[in-house]
């Protein structure tokens, strides 16, 4: 069913794929360019902490980062409970948070990607550096 599209699959089921492919979770969820690196257990297992050392960071609420997600309060205090997310859940609450995707699912990678200036194709660093 995931082949086909019709069934977005939990982090952990997600990660599983990968190491049985000898991929990076992170490059089969979100394409990061990212070389697989050996790993006991599962990197999803920390989301939780990740999720909440953010939402903390940023002083946000459960309720705000729900809103800015799409989703809601209850939703986002499961994930922080230990709930494991689909791959769009992740992408809603990464984005909400301004977190990266593959850092947010997997402590894979920076924590926050470079933006990109709309039209320009540079990076805000490379344009504040000129």
Known sequence: MMEEGSRIP????????AEALQLS???LAFGMRQDREPFVGLRCASLSS??????T???????EVGRRATSSAA??????????????TVEELAQALGVSESWLAFGI????????RAGLGRSTA???AR
């Open 75 to 88: 939703a986002v205090r499961a994930v922080e409970g230990g709930s494991m997310p689909t791959l769009d």
């Open 109 to 116: 990678g920076p924590m926050v990607t470079r933006v990109r």
């Open 50 to 55: 990740r999720i909440k050392e953010v939402r």
């Open 25 to 27: 979770p992170a490059w």
């Open 126 to 128: 490379e344009s504040s």
């Open 10 to 17: 939990r982090l952990p089921m997600l990660e599983q794929l």
């Open 57 to 63: 960071l940023r002083g946000l609420t459960l309720r």
